[in-house]
Nanobody, 127 residues
């Protein structure tokens, strides 16, 4: 059974940084594309960042480009989201997701394509 467990969320001030982690189990992690999504109150879940199974290619939503960095450690079955220069509009529940397995190096940005989801971690940015 696949489990994705996010951690690292919290309450911070605008301009601060946070690093989210997502630990995966029950799958061959290195064969899965991974992504981060977020959902603010009253809004739909939206794409934040994605990374291919090797970690060599990443994609970002325009709203976070230059501030957030997605990375992965296949030896630790973990994907990370480093969030810098946080803004109040970044406040949301952040979810990691896994899609695969893939033989090729694809980056998946579409919510509906993801097979597995974590339970989410709250990030709150105060002004």
């Amino acid at each position: 059974q696949v489990h994705l467990v996010e951690s690292g969320g919290g309450l911070v001030q605008a301009g601060d940084s946070l690093r989210l982690s997502c630990a995966a189990s029950g799958l061959t992690f290195s064969r899965y594309a991974m992504g981060w999504f977020r959902q603010a109150p009253g809004k739909e879940r939206e794409f934040v960042a994605a990374i291919n199974r090797s970690g060599g290619t990443t994609k970002y939503a325009d709203s976070v480009k230059g501030r957030f960095t997605i990375s992965r450690d296949n030896a630790k079955n973990t994907v990370y989201l480093q969030m810098n220069s946080l803004r109040p509009e970044d406040t949301a529940v952040y979810y990691c997701a896994a899609d695969g397995p893939y033989p090729m190096l694809v980056v998946v940005t579409t919510l509906e394509d993801y097979d597995y989801w974590g339970q989410g971690t709250q990030v709150t940015v105060s002004s």
